[in-house]
Every structure is written in structure tokens, then in C-alpha cells.
């Protein structure tokens, strides 16, 4: 008979040995496809390594990449810490993103070091909103945040297109659309000269010390933690659950729309509705990836977008299909799940009839 | 009046059940599954799947029957690796299935991709065609609305029927139904634990992947990326909304698809004064306004999300 148990210390090598072998095997994997689609190997896995590490164009792109899922990550971290299911950070990011068009267009007229920071507020009050509405419904009706977030991405995807049909669509844009341009003082600048890389990363790291601190240093981030492993013992402990649930929501919701703020006002300069390719799902890859660590997710969103970027490369250079990237990013979501599993836990062999 | 005339039309009532269809299978397939205890959030990806996989197997020559058991075996696979994962692993089944919906959507559009590489419009196959039954189908009303639907409407129908008796008439739905509320119960029986969820996981899968056959051998004749567009989503509220129930689950489907089929119509008659998307936001909206109404009052399996391990109380 097998038998699963608990390992009783799970070492510091199993902890952090596991995300990065898991990341290694998904790449291996994919030579599968890569064979199925007729590749060669050996030439793929070449390409996709210049797509990153070819050039200082190649690797400013990787981290313009990285960038995004920086604070998705931090966003699904912050919410899963609580075990609040935010799966709708690509909603969140898109209004962040509406919220940053809104006041950077023109409405406000200021220099950079005072319009940037009402950018910021308002793209994370803007997610924040839209975390908070599921996490009411949640704690007040009792409703599935998973389902409410996972539909109102594509409630706030529709809106999205009607704004930018509507009050927010540029006049001088041809009828396409997309909204006016961020004036100059609100563009995010760039980090290093030519290339697309802009100070989104900045925040982003500093968003990720932040959050690491709040998390592991404040009473704040106790309560969270303490909510999320056992709501019921963290409510009898005299930790507000709700309000401990709301305030998880609405940071995880501010983080999700800074990610479409840094998009926007940082690389993109205009917002459409292709924005994200799915920087708020594959925010749930790189938190996971992580192990729910606000530090590792700095990691984490750096190899997932190296493979999207390196992917990218490949596809482009030998002719395989593009979403080979969403494949491997899937599979090392799976990857890392069996690999935590291995961590965690031990199967030993008993003898019939000693369970 | 106008609105009146809506409501009347066997048009209407034809397009409902229509839009119902593949959502019946969904709601059926994820319903099975959380019956035994295990939420599947892969279900939007074995959606998109079945649609690929049922299409491409007619493409290549497999009938139309054919392609159905292709789109069901490979969104039974799809449901093994989530029961593999969360049920003797018992692995987070949110992330497991999350996971099991990106891994399931790329891989169907890398495939598309890789073996349609340059293809400008999407090529076709012959689809299901409406039944063309004598007599029955030639009565006022009731022959376009029921008997002029295609052979996988009544599929769907008939999976209802199968699923209701299976959970409340059979041996094997009592241990189904108990897997999800109390295993240790099941396991004092002398039942395999393991076996029944993983079983219940896999069948429920597959059930998803015909709902997603239905989008492209059905509804339409070719694939698309991004043609799921959320359905599966709105089976996971549907079955809580019919807490559990498949009678309750072919309802909810139902009114979904009166009220998708009502609010394009609608937009026809007063479209001048409302931006479109304000329709197309409508069936998300509702899903989410009937999942708040109901919250409170739904009795969860009791098991649902929590693992079970052999020898560990």
C-alpha cells in the first residue's frame, strides 16, 4: 500500500529547489509541441534564448515584459494570501487603465512629479474598485468571488469597448477605438534611452518590497495571513474577517490596476482593448510560481516573460505557433502544483493492513 | 406590443433553447463534479476543446458522431489530469483548474495553429442539421421550437434525464452524492474514494467538452479563437443557482439562453437608444445578479474543496 504524509520539515532546498526545477521541466515539455509542430529543436531553444538574452533590445524587452506581471502577480498574491479568489485582475486592469486615461488626457494640467503620482491614485482606486464590489458581495450575500470576478472580466471588457466608442474615444483618432494619448507630463519615463523599458519597473519593485513588508512585518499582514489559513480560528482570535477580507481585496484590486496604469501611461501611451494579453491571468501563474511571495514574484514574472518574450522570438524565427507560449506558461502553472506537492509531502510504502 | 411580439414567436423560443444547449452540458458536467465534491474551473478550457477537437475530427474525416466522441474522450483527458491533481494530490482545485483551463485552450489553439497555419477565413464542415422528423416537426410552434433543433439539442435533453437518474436512482449516484458530502462515510463502506471523484471528474469533463462540440458541429460550422467567450464561466454560476439539481440545471440554462435570445431581439427594437454593448454586458450581469440572489440560501455539497486522503481523519 502507498501512503501520503506530511513531510515534517519541508527543507529550505525542497521550498526553493521546487518552483525552479518546475519552470525547467515546463520548458523541457515543450519540446513536445515543439517536435509535434515539425521544429528543430535544438534551433528553437537557441532562438528562444537570443530573444532574451541576445541583446540589450531583447532583454530591456523581457523586463518591459516582466513589468505587468510584476503586479499582477503581487495582486493574485495579495488576494490568495487570504484565500480570496481575485481572478479578475484583468478586469481590474483595464479599469486601472480607464481610471489613468481619465485624469491623464488632459483633464489635469500639471507638471510630471504631481500628475504621475494623481495617475497612479486614481488607476489603483480604479481596480481597487473593482475588487471591492465581488469582496462586498462576498462577505455581505455570501457570493462566490470567483465566479463574480471571472464574469465581470468580460462585463468590464464590454464596457471598456463602450467607453472607448463613447466619452472616452479620441476625436482625432480616425473613429477608432481607442482613447486620446496621455499627455507628456503623465508618460512614465523611460529607464533606458531608445528603448521601450520605462520606470513601470521602478514601481513595480517598489510595490513588491512594499507588499513584502506589509505582509510579513505588519499586524495588517498577520491578520491577513492568519485569515487565510483559518478563517474560523482567525474570527475566534478576534481578527475582523470581513474587514480583513475587504482590505485584502481592495489592495489586490489597486495592485491589478497599476498593472494597466504602467501599460498605459508607460509603454502603450494610448488606451485600446488589447491592452493585455492576459497579463491578469497569467498574474495567477507567476503568484503561484512564487509560492505567494511578494519577492518571488519579482522572480517569477521574469521567467514567465522571458518565456513569452523568448517564445515570441522563436515563433517568429522557425514559423510555430505563437500561443506556444501560452502553452508553456500553462504547463509550468501544472509544473509547479505537483512540484509543491513533492515538497510538501512524502509517499511512503506501508504493509497491508498497517494504515 | 413589440415586445409582446417577441415573447410569441417560435423563433424565439427556437433560439432559446438553442443558446441553452451547450450550457445544459456545461452546467450537467460541472455539476457531476462538484456533486462529488470537486469544483472544475477547467471547464471554460475543456469548452474550447471539445470545440476543436469535435471540429477538427469531422474535418479530418470522422463523422459527425465520430467527432462528438473525440471532443468527449479529449475533454475526459483534460478532466483526468484535474482529478489527478485534485483528488489523490489534493491540490488547490481553484488552481488546478485554472491550470487545466489555460493548458487546455492553448494546446487547442496551438494545435488549430499548427495544423491550419495559413488559413485567412476558418474552413467548414458540414454540421448537425435540424431534425427533419415527419409530422412532428411540421407542427405550429411546437415543430420549430422542439423538432427542428439538431440531434445534440435532444443529446443535451436526454443527458438531463441520464444525469438526474444516475444521481437520485441509482447505487452508484448515492455513492456520488456521498462522496461530496461525507467520504469518510464512503470509505467506511469499502468505496474507493479516489475512484468515485476521479470518475465523477472525468464523466463531467467530457459532459463540458460536448457542450463546447456544440458551439462548432452545431451552432456554427467552423472554429474560432476565443468562441468560448465565457460560457464555461457561466455554468459554474448556473449550477449553484440550481443548487445541485439537474432538473433545476436545465431550468437555469433555459432562462439563460430565453434571456440571451430576448435581449438580442430587444436590441433590434430600442438599439437606437442604448450602445449595444449594454445588451451584450446584459447575460454576464444577470449570471452575477442570480448568483447574489441565491448565495445565502445555497447548500453547498459539503465537501466541496475540501481533499480527502485515505487513512487521515
Known amino acids: 500500500m502507498l501512503r501520503i504524509e506530511p513531510r515534517e520539515a519541508p527543507s529550505r532546498w525542497w521550498t526553493l529547489g521546487v518552483p525552479v526545477i518546475s519552470a525547467l521541466l515546463a ?7 515543439l517536435a509535434a509542430a515539425g521544429a528543430n529543436i535544438v534551433e528553437a531553444y537557441k532562438q528562444m534564448f537570443n530573444g532574451i538574452f541576445g541583446s540589450v533590445f531583447a532583454f530591456t524587452e523581457m523586463l518591459t515584459r516582466a513589468t505587468p506581471l510584476i503586479f499582477t502577480g503581487l495582486a493574485a498574491t495579495m488576494a490568495f494570501r487570504a484565500k480570496l479568489w481575485n481572478i479578475g485582475a484583468e478586469g481590474q486592469l483595464y479599469l486601472g ?64 469597448q463602450m467607453m472607448l466608442e463613447g466619452p472616452l474615444q479620441d476625436p482625432m483618432g480616425m473613429g477608432w477605438p481607442q482613447s486620446e494619448p496621455i499627455v507628456d507630463n503623465g508618460i512614465l519615463p523611460q529607464l533606458v534611452p531608445r528603448m521601450r523599458l520605462h520606470s513601470g519597473l521602478i514601481i ?3 510595490a513588491a518590497a512594499i507588499a513584502h513588508v506589509m505582509l510579513s512585518k505588519s499586524v495588517w499582514g498577520f491578520k491577513l495571513r492568519a485569515v487565510g489559513e483559518n478563517a474560523a480560528a482567525a474570527f475566534h482570535a478576534g481578527i475582523g474577517v470581513r474587514r480583513t477580507l475587504m482590505s485584502a481585496a481592495i489592495v489586490s484590486g489597486a495592485l491589478a490596476g497599476l498593472a494597466g496604469v504602467s501599460e498605459v501611461a508607460g509603454l502603450r501611451g494610448y488606451l485600446t482593448t488589447d491592452l493585455s494579453p492576459g497579463f491578469g491571468y497569467t498574474g495567477i501563474v507567476v503568484a503561484m510560481l512564487a509560492g505567494l511571495s511578494p519577492i518571488g514574484v519579482v522572480i517569477s514574472a521574469v521567467f514567465i516573460a522571458s518565456i513569452f518574450v523568448g517564445a515570441d522570438t522563436m515563433s517568429r524565427a522557425i514559423g510555430v505557433s505563437s500561443y506556444l507560449s501560452d502553452l508553456v506558461v500553462a504547463l509550468s502553472l501544472i509544473c509547479v502544483l505537483i512540484g509543491g506537492f513533492i515538497a510538501k509531502y512524502r509517499i511512503i510504502r506501508t504493509n497491508k493492513g498497517d494504515v | 406590443m413589440d415586445i409582446i411580439q417577441i415573447l410569441i414567436s417560435e423563433n424565439f423560443w427556437a433560439a432559446s433553447l438553442r443558446i441553452a444547449t451547450p450550457l445544459i452540458f456545461g452546467v450537467l458536467g460541472a455539476l457531476l463534479c462538484e456533486k462529488a465534491g470537486v469544483l472544475n474551473l477547467g471547464i471554460e478550457g475543456i469548452f474550447a476543446a471539445g470545440a476543436m477537437a469535435g471540429w477538427m475530427a469531422v474535418w479530418l474525416g470522422a463523422g459527425l458522431w465520430g467527432g462528438l466522441l473525440v471532443a468527449g474522450l479529449v475533454g475526459g483527458f483534460f478532466g483526468l489530469i484535474h482529478a489527478i491533481l485534485t483528488v489523490p494530490l489534493g491540490l488547490s482545485q481553484h488552481v488546478s483548474g485554472l491550470g487545466i483551463t489555460m493548458l487546455a485552450t492553448s494546446v487547442s489553439y496551438f494545435t488549430y495553429r499548427t495544423a491550419l497555419p495559413k ?14 422528423i415527419p409530422v412532428l416537426s411540421d407542427l405550429p410552434f411546437i415543430g420549430p421550437v422542439l423538432f ?9 435533453l436526454f443527458m438531463v434525464a441520464l444525469v438526474w437518474w444516475v444521481l437520485n436512482r441509482t447505487p452508484l449516484g448515492l455513492a456520488i452524492r456521498a462522496v461530496g458530502d461525507n467520504p469518510d462515510a464512503v470509505d467506511a463502506q469499502g468505496l474507493s474514494v479516489y475512484g468515485l471523484r476521479m470518475g465523477a471528474i472525468v464523466a463531467g469533463s467530457a459532459l463540458m467538452a460536448l457542450g463546447g462540440a456544440f458551439l462548432t458541429m452545431s451552432a456554427f460550422d467552423a472554429f474560432f479563437f476565443g468562441m468560448v467567450n465565457g460560457r464555461g464561466w457561466i455554468c459554474i454560476a448556473l449550477v449553484i443557482f440550481a443548487s445541485w439539481r439537474p ?24 438599439g437606437a437608444f442604448l450602445p449595444s454593448q449594454v445588451f451584450l454586458m446584459a447575460p454576464y450581469v444577470l449570471s452575477i445578479f442570480a448568483l447574489v440572489i441565491v448565495a445565502r440560501r445555497a447548500e453547498y455539497p459539503r465537501a466541496l474543496l475540501t481533499p480527502w486522503f485515505k487513512g487521515q481523519r
Open chain 1, 27 to 33: 520548458l523541457l515539455l515543450a519540446a513536445i509541441p
Open chain 1, 97 to 160: 487603465a480607464m481610471a489613468a486615461v481619465t485624469v491623464g488626457t488632459g483633464l489635469i494640467d500639471a507638471p510630471s512629479f504631481i500628475l504621475i503620482p494623481i495617475i497612479l491614485l486614481a488607476g489603483a482606486a480604479g481596480g481597487a474598485a473593482g475588487m471591492a464590489g465581488p469582496a462586498y458581495l462576498k462577505v455581505r450575500f455570501g457570493a462566490d468571488e470567483v465566479v463574480t470576478t471571472l464574469l465581470l472580466n468580460f462585463i468590464i471588457l464590454i464596457f471598456l
Open chain 1, 204 to 206: 513595480a519593485l517598489v
Open chain 2, 119 to 132: 488559413v485567412s477565413s476558418p474552413p467548414r464542415i458540414e454540421p448537425f442539421q435540424p431534425l427533419d
Open chain 2, 148 to 156: 427542428q433543433q439538431t440531434a445534440m439539442t435532444w443529446l443535451a
Open chain 2, 247 to 270: 432538473g433545476k440545471a436545465l431550468l437555469g440554462a433555459l432562462l439563460f439562453g430565453a434571456f440571451d435570445a430576448f435581449q438580442v431581439r430587444l436590441q433590434t427594437q430600442v
